[in-house]
């Protein structure tokens, strides 16, 4: 059967082909090389069978979806293993290495030594991947051919083996997992049972990487570098660099926005395949239990996997506020990274992690930001004491705060909108921007699948998991935000590992007990464990530790110097309960805390610990000091 093989979905450049007509191929096994810019990609067959035709020469530009190549054959392999006499010399071939050649990096065994069937007696290094090399056949190994570090081409005859009339069973067929949803749930769920064995194909409606990739923490993280660049050359002088004229070029913001995201896709949809996945590009719902349909491009595609893994995500939430509706000027988050100019005033609807980090963002561009919250506070998972501190750092910045203040209706202008709001006192006041920005919360994307054909419980809106993340229909998994957990990408990604391994046999369990949150403020905020006002709620002895990063040399080298390291340890056993960072470089220095916590750390153990000079992780060794009242450098 004639199978054609495609390029990416985007246009690429052709590199060299590794096959010509004729060539007898197997699945997995590379037909040529493309340039998707700088970055160099195998294209690999789907089938077992002999190439017919090859298009595009070296150099050829190849559009995307093109037809590159043509396969006689089939996506099973039909030889199967034949019996052998005793005594009869068979011939060990390299035939599954994970690239065209490789170098012979150890051999397992030597002539004379007994070999079990399958048992590996050569290793490859495939570039950074290492391919075993192993007979089908027991017996004794005769001959070894190349030497240590010789090349080896895919196919050569490495090795001969005596046989002594054993044989390796037939092999089972591999577990077929469909993961829906290529985020950083759904890939990294494909990547690991990819890795345990699996047959895995990933169903993206869009492009891979999902919310985090495309929409969110790289995009928004890309634009507050942007914001924090810009900052440093309008305050270079304070280092002694001078910058005669410092130009905002928006749409050069924009442009490294897009390509940090498209080089980071490009890397995850490399990885998904380096490990045997496919990616289709569509629709998935359920039909039954087990059972799929997708609606892709060329029509409606049916499956039945083993197991399914759901990692679909979720999307803003946009509330019922009369002439939200068709606002043009109103934007959720994703409106907010995509602007194709910088507005000159902006309104955010929301004081929650979404809504402060693209405040700062804007605000450092010289954006005039308001921000207007329902509650009494910003940040409300965040420490108290740290997150009035932020507040404060911010109006120092520009940014206007109005709490406990309720939205009652927006109004188009001609120049953007009105918020119609109600303030604390009862009092109504109207605010106008250029672009009002909605950011009060996400929904999971679960409508659509038709989770009901297939029997899937939900509760509030989210896919009910237990924690190996199985939904309540066998052989079904829930990952990420779909299911209501911690809406974090690390978070996902930690499920999917759970999920594919619990898919492929393990007993794993997820425990978000110990899991970091940061905010990618200026300056960042982060914390790990619980905050002051649980220790209170729960009735804990704890006692607490604080620094100033003023008194950290590197942050004021930096010019970092704002905000606080506070420790919340337990009064009797000295146990770290939270770590909560406000400053520089606090995303990165909490993994410290959470490693500490994990490990049923104590204060004396962070404070035993040797920290490198200068550095902002020092800081957390003098707040831990803190805590017994002995900091060095504060008072």
């Not at 017996?139 to 081409?153: L, R, S, W």
């Not at 209706?409 to 109207?430: D, R």
């Not at 939904?471 to 990420?480: H, Q």
């Amino acid at each position: 059967m004639k199978q054609d093989i495609t390029a990416a979905k985007v246009p690429t450049v052709m590199k060299n082909w590794v096959v010509k007509p004729g060539d007898e191929v197997s699945k997995g096994d590379p037909l040529c090389y493309v340039m998707l810019g700088t970055i160099k990609r195998t294209v690999s067959s789907k089938f077992y069978g002999k190439v017919i035709e090859t298009k595009f020469a070296e150099g050829d530009k190849i559009p995307g979806g093109e037809i590159i190549c043509v396969i006689d054959g089939t996506e099973e392999k039909s030889n199967e293993l034949k019996p052998v006499e005793p005594g009869t010399v068979v011939q060990v071939t390299a035939d599954n290495l994970m690239g065209p050649s490789g170098l012979v990096k150890e051999w397992y065994k030597q002539p004379g030594e007994k070999v079990e069937p399958k048992e590996p007696i050569l290793a490859v290094a495939v570039g950074k991947l290492t391919a075993e090399v192993s007979c089908p056949y027991g017996g004794t190994v005769k001959e070894i051919m190349p030497d240590i570090d010789a090349k080896v081409n895919k196919g050569d005859v490495v090795a001969s083996v005596v046989a002594d009339g054993s044989m390796a069973g037939p092999e089972l067929p591999k577990p077929k997992v469909v993961v829906i949803g290529g985020g950083p749930g759904g890939y990294v769920a494909a990547i690991r049972a990819g890795q345990l064995g699996a047959e895995v194909t990933v169903i993206e409606k869009e492009r891979m990487g999902g919310t985090c990739l495309n929409r969110g923490c790289i995009p928004t993280k890309a634009l507050l570098h942007s914001a924090e660049v810009y900052q440093t050359a309008v305050n270079a002088a304070k280092a002694g660099v001078k910058i005669p004229s410092v130009e905002l070029d928006w749409d050069g913001v924009q442009k490294n926005r897009r390509s940090v995201s498209s080089t980071l896709i490009v890397g995850v949809e490399g990885l998904v395949e380096a490990n045997g996945g496919s990616i289709i590009k569509g629709t998935a719902t359920f039909t039954g239990p087990k059972s799929l349909t997708v609606k892709t491009a060329y029509g409606i595609k049916t499956y039945e996997p083993d197991k399914i893994i759901i990692a679909t995500g979720s999307s803003p939430a946009m509330p019922p506020i009369p002439g939200l509706a068709g606002n043009d000027a109103c934007i959720d988050s994703t409106g907010a990274l995509q602007m194709k100019k910088l507005p000159k005033s902006m309104i955010i609807v929301g004081g929650g992690v979404i809504g402060i980090e693209l405040a700062c963002a804007y605000a450092a561009f010289g954006c005039k930001v308001t921000i207007v919250e329902m509650m009494d506070r910003l940040m409300p998972v965040m420490d108290l004491e740290l997150t009035l501190k932020a507040q404060k750092i911010m109006e120092e910045h520009g940014i206007e705060f109005f709490l406990e203040t309720q939205v009652l209706s927006f109004e188009k202008t001609a120049n953007g909108s009105k918020v119609l709001t109600k303030l604390k006192s009862g009092e109504e006041k109207v605010f106008e921007a250029e672009k009002v920005l909605v950011a009060v919360g996400r929904k999971s994307n679960i409508a659509g699948l038709d989770l009901e054909k297939a029997g899937i419980e939900t509760e509030r809106g989210h896919i009910v998991v237990n924690d190996k993340m199985e939904t309540n229909v066998k052989d079904v998994y829930a990952i990420g935000d779909c299911v209501g957990k911690i809406m974090l990408a690390h978070t996902a990604s930690t499920m999917g590992e759970i999920a594919a391994e619990n898919a492929m046999g393990m007993d794993e369990h997820y425990d978000e007990s110990v899991c970091p949150s940061c905010v990618y403020m200026l300056p960042e905020f982060a914390y790990v464990g619980i905050n002051e006002e649980q220790a209170k709620a729960q009735g804990l002895k704890y006692k607490v530790g604080r620094f100033p990063m003023q008194a950290n040399g590197k942050s004021l080298i930096m010019e970092e110097k704002d905000g606080w390291i506070k420790i919340i340890a337990d009064k009797e056993t000295n146990k770290i309960l939270g770590v909560h960072i406000l400053g520089a470089r606090a995303t990165d220095v909490i993994a410290e805390s959470a490693m500490a916590m994990k490990m049923g750390a104590t204060v004396d153990d962070m404070i035993n610990t040797i920290h490198a000079h200068p550095t902002v992780a020092e800081a957390m060794k003098e707040a831990a000091m803190a805590v017994e009242k002995r900091a060095i450098h504060f008072k």
